[in-house]
């Protein structure tokens, strides 16, 4: 078996989405479940502090990190079933697989499900720790079971949606087994017959400005179309400005709170979950007066308040400390707590 090469005081600005130069004390690849124990057998490895990387898309980096970064390269896109009494199929994807480029492959074997998620930057592997979520769809609407490692043992366990204990933005992943594992391949439940959820968001009106018939129903690739319309007009590509997309969470409130600031601020926006209402976050930092603001070299989006960005050559410390700014000031204006959705190293 070959074990990867280490390499020492790496560079991970090429490796984060925020362009933050921060340095890595060692750092390996690794392309299967073998490559990876034996890197877990090496005792530089077994001593340091780990860091999983995918696509280092939701990472802001304030210093070096002393430790060591694995760089998750397992590839693979495959159909392993097909299930024509409920009309779906089950598809793996390797972690270390972009998540847009599983879209794009369910899409292209006329498989849907997961359309209303693209775009969305980071890998497969990232995926279910935070249970992403876009325009009315969650990862765990057809999250079928993962596989990944036990960092200690070295041995690979199966999580089905149970056990990974998904909520808002959140998994078991990122409460009681962090750091614990790394996910190497995720399997998703599909559909073989279109069920277009448009009813979130601006997906129906941009379906119309795109050419679609109100009265006609769109196939899965014109809502990722769409939907991939909208991301693009609000997001910043951290290709041209360093981003990390949504910086914080969309607060939930209880409904009494919420009527409270209902009654104070008309204007506020909510849409109903179990418990409470949700409240977009970019509401509260813009009408706080942040959206726009610059501050040498990082700042806030000047078209979606939810974006802290990186204009060029910033230190991941600025970015922060303008974080808990922005917490500070919503706490003061609206007596609502934000949490950063962004991983803060």
Request: proline share 5%; net charge negative.
């Amino acid at each position: 078996m070959r074990i990867p090469t280490l390499e020492a005081n790496v560079s991970l600005r090429a490796y984060n989405t925020f362009g933050i130069d921060a340095h890595a004390r060692l750092f390996a690849r690794f392309t299967s479940v073998e490559e990876l124990r034996g890197l877990l057998q090496l005792p530089e490895v077994q001593q340091a502090e780990k860091l999983i990387l995918g696509g280092g898309s939701n990472l802001l980096f304030t210093k070096d990190f002393d430790g060591i970064v694995l760089k998750n390269e397992v590839f693979g896109l495959e159909i392993i079933e097909e299930d024509d009494a409920s009309s779906t199929a089950l598809v793996r994807a390797g972690a270390g697989e972009s998540w847009h480029g599983l879209v794009q492959f369910a899409l292209d074997q006329d498989l849907s499900g997961i359309e209303n998620l693209s775009l969305i930057p980071g890998t497969v592997g990232a995926a279910p720790l935070q249970n992403i979520g876009a325009y009315g769809a969650e990862l765990q609407d057809t999250f079928e079971h993962l596989e990944a490692m036990e960092i200690s043992t070295g041995a690979v366990r199966t999580f089905d949606r149970a056990a990974c204990g998904f909520g808002y933005r959140e998994s078991v992943f990122k409460g009681p087994l962090k750091n614990q594992f790394i996910v190497t391949s995720v399997v998703f439940r599909l559909l073989r017959e279109a069920r277009p959820n448009v009813s979130y968001g601006a997906i129906q009106t941009t379906l119309q400005d795109l050419g679609l018939a109100a009265d006609t129903p769109p196939t899965p690739r014109q809502v990722s179309e769409a939907v991939m319309h909208i991301r693009r007009s609000k997001l910043p590509d951290p290709a041209e400005i360093g981003n990390a997309g949504s910086f914080f969470k969309n607060p939930e409130l209880s409904q009494h709170k919420y009527d409270e600031l209902k009654a104070a601020y008309p204007g506020l926006p909510g849409y109903p979950v179990p418990g409470g209402v949700k409240v977009p976050a970019a509401w509260l930092i813009e009408q706080s007066g942040w959206k726009g603001h610059r501050r040498g070299q990082h700042g806030v989006h000047d078209r979606q308040a939810l974006v802290l960005v990186n204009h060029g050559g910033a230190q991941g410390a600025d970015i922060q400390a303008l974080a808990y700014e922005i917490i500070a000031s919503v706490r003061a204006k609206f007596g609502v707590e934000l949490h950063p959705e962004v991983n803060i190293m």
